[in-house]
């Protein structure tokens, strides 16, 4: 009985550590032209999970990793006002990829030079010093050219820190880091 329950245990601890695991879902389109995008338009990804500002955080650290790879970053404040004059759109209203018109996506082009423009969404964020390391963060986003709407990325990542931080630029570098 004794060993039963111990391998029981066994089990258990192993399945809740494999469902934690750090993961990188990248998947790009094969019509994709990464030689010629120099420029990426990043918006603020919505917040989710249990750390506050957890969108800010993962937009930070996904901007990071975009110019770590020698693309340049186009400042979400340039976005936001070609969006209230083309959609209308407000602070802390919602957007999504389905708003990006051609019409939007041509004078975010326009405008901002950048050839894509990036969106996306904390799914899971927490810290808990009862774990090592203490902070998890897993965000999805989406990359979108501006010339034709296609889109060109779908990524999924998460990661582990020692603060969200920490947690979000390892998760931003392993997802970007399989781009170009």
Same mark, same amino acid.
């Given at each position: 009985? &004794? #060993? ?6 066994? =089990?258990? %601890? ?27 338009? =990043?918006?603020?990804?919505?917040? !989710?999970? #249990?750390? +506050?500002?957890?969108?800010?955080? $993962? ?9 770590? &790879?020698r693309f340049g970053v186009i400042s979400y404040s340039m976005i936001k006002e070609i969006l209230? =004059?083309?959609? !209308? ?8 990829? !389905?708003?990006?018109?051609?019409? =939007? ?9 950048a050839e894509a423009i990036i969106i996306g969404a904390v799914s899971e964020s927490w810290c808990?010093?009862?774990? %090592?390391?203490?902070? &998890?963060?897993? +965000? ?10 296609? %889109?060109?990325?779908?990524? $999924? ?8 931080? $920490?947690?979000? %630029?390892?998760?931003? &570098? #392993? +997802?970007v880091g399989k781009i170009r």
């Amino acid at each position: 009985m &004794r #060993k039963a329950s111990a391998f029981i245990s066994l =089990v258990v %601890l192993i399945s809740s550590i494999t469902c934690i695991m750090p993961t990188s879902d990248v998947v790009v389109s094969p019509t994709a032209d990464f030689s010629a995008i120099i420029r990426v338009a =990043v918006w603020r990804f919505r917040d !989710g999970g #249990k750390i +506050a500002n957890s969108g800010d955080i $993962s937009t930070t650290a996904i901007e990071s990793a975009f110019m770590e &790879r020698r693309f340049g970053v186009i400042s979400y404040s340039m976005i936001k006002e070609i969006l209230s =004059v083309e959609i !209308g759109y407000r602070e802390g209203m919602a957007f999504d990829s !389905g708003m990006l018109t051609p019409r =939007v996506l041509s004078r975010i082009y326009d405008e901002t030079g950048a050839e894509a423009i990036i969106i996306g969404a904390v799914s899971e964020s927490w810290c808990d010093i009862g774990w %090592l390391p203490p902070c &998890r963060l897993a +965000a999805s986003f989406k990359m979108i050219s501006t010339a034709s709407g296609e %889109l060109i990325v779908s990524a $999924s990542a998460s990661d582990e820190g020692h603060s969200a931080e $920490s947690a979000a %630029l390892k998760m931003a &570098r #392993k +997802a970007v880091g399989k781009i170009r």
